[in-house]
């Protein structure tokens, strides 16, 4: 199985799921989107997957160190794709491609089936 985890490395909830990841023996890939940004083809994939309203994270400090115009320009999805795009730290984290499912978050039990948990596949 071929997973791609989208995330920051310094980021405590990144961190927990590489963690989960290497304790159930899954390799993952890891882009670090802060590094070196976020393709736009990944982006629009999961925008489509989720929405961008699920992957827009307006509970970080990235968020709220932002004027009040930025935000506002984020109340659409042009908007929010287009922050996503130029900070990607207001992305929620991680992104977790499998090869059937996208996820959002730290959320193993609504991990796919073949990641050793179970669950349904869930798109977040």
């Known amino acids: 199985m071929k997973v791609q985890l ?3 490395p310094n980021c405590d909830t990144v961190k927990k799921a590489r963690a989960w990841f290497a304790e159930q023996g ?6 670090d989107f802060k590094k070196a940004g976020v393709p736009a083809e990944a982006l629009d994939a999961w925008v489509a997957a ?3 309203e699920r992957l827009l994270n307006r509970q970080g400090n990235t968020w709220r160190r932002l004027d009040d115009a930025t935000r506002a320009a984020a109340a659409d999805a042009a908007g929010a ?3 996503m795009r130029a900070q990607p730290s207001v ?8 090869p059937a499912a996208i996820t959002v978050g ?11 948990r179970g669950a349904e596949p869930h798109a977040g």
């Open 106 to 116: 730290f959320t193993p039990t609504q991990w796919p089936p073949a990641a050793g």
């Open 50 to 52: 989720v929405g961008w």
């Open 26 to 31: 899954i390799e993952v890939a890891f882009h």
């Open 81 to 83: 794709c287009a922050l």
């Open 91 to 98: 992305i929620k984290r991680p992104v977790v491609v499998w």
């Open 6 to 8: 989208y995330g920051i």
